[in-house]
């Protein structure tokens, strides 16, 4: 019901900066949230940051001031621009979303990308 692109994964070093990328496809309606989470080997998933459909972001404090997300809804896209990357940031992160469809205009539900590896090493 609801496809993801997500790319801009890759390798770099510590202080360097990458920009992730989503976009969504499906039959919903409406995309409410749009968020990144991630995950490291051996680590719970965590919440990195959302945007809601009218602009509002969140941050985990771990990347306050170094990351950006953004959302284009006429691409229903969504991005992360990771600036002044750790080693502490390498995991795999992964698009959510926070759809409804034409059946259940009222129910919102949570979809996930596949996500995509951040690796960070001197």
């Known amino acids: 019901q609801v496809q993801f692109v997500e790319s801009g994964g890759g390798l770099v070093q510590p202080g360097d900066s990458l920009r992730l990328s989503c976009q969504v496809s499906?039959?919903?309606?409406?995309?409410?949230?749009m968020a990144w989470y991630r995950q490291a080997p051996g680590k719970e998933r965590e919440l990195v940051a959302t945007e809601t459909q009218d602009e509002s972001t969140y941050y985990t404090d771990d990347v306050k001031g170094r990351f950006i997300i953004s959302r284009d809804d006429n691409r229903n896209a969504v991005y992360l621009q990771m600036n002044s990357l750790k080693l502490e940031d390498a995991a795999t992160y992964f698009c959510?979303?926070?759809?409804?469809?034409?059946?259940?205009?009222?129910?919102?539900?949570?979809?996930w990308g596949r996500g995509t590896q951040v690796t960070v090493s001197s």
């Open positions: 959510a979303v926070g759809v409804n469809f034409p059946d259940a205009r009222h129910l919102i539900q949570t979809y």
């Open positions: 499906g039959s919903f309606l409406t995309i409410y949230t």
